[in-house]
């Protein structure tokens, strides 16, 4: 199974910049797609932006769209989310997602989360 480890979240003044990482450990055979979804209080989570395989198709919410750029890098396991021009609005706690294949053998991907780093915007 994989495990997701999130860090980079913290208080950021408007304007500011942070970067997310996620790393994903465990036992698996392969991750496919990485993402980023958030939750803000009292409002349902939504996706980020997410990123192939491969690194080249991303896509991103139309809210962070030139401000947000997802990366990842195969060699660790890894996926940032670098969060520039920030906004009170980009308050929420920010999760990780991955899809992945366990075993060479399996059919199916699966999905496993993160528990979520917090992120807020100071106005």
């Known amino acids: 199974q994989v495990q997701l480890v999130e860090s980079g979240g913290g208080l950021v003044q408007a304007g500011g910049s942070l970067r997310l990482s996620c790393a994903a450990s465990?036992?698996?055979?392969?991750?496919?797609?990485m993402g980023w979804h958030r939750q803000a209080p009292g409002k349902q989570r939504e996706l980020v932006a997410d990123?192939?395989?491969?690194?080249?198709?991303?896509n991103y919410a139309d809210s962070v769209k030139g401000r947000f750029t997802i990366s990842r890098d195969n060699a660790k396991n890894t996926v940032y989310l670098q969060m520039n021009s920030l906004r009170p609005e980009d308050t929420a706690v920010y999760y990780c997602?991955?899809?992945?294949?366990?075993?060479?053998?399996?059919?199916?991907?699966?999905?496993?989360w993160g528990q979520g780093t917090r992120v807020t915007v100071s106005s």
């Open positions: 465990g036992s698996f055979f392969r991750i496919n797609g």
């Open positions: 990123i192939s395989m491969g690194g080249g198709i991303t």
């Open positions: 997602n991955v899809d992945y294949v366990e075993r060479i053998t399996d059919m199916m991907t699966r999905e496993h």
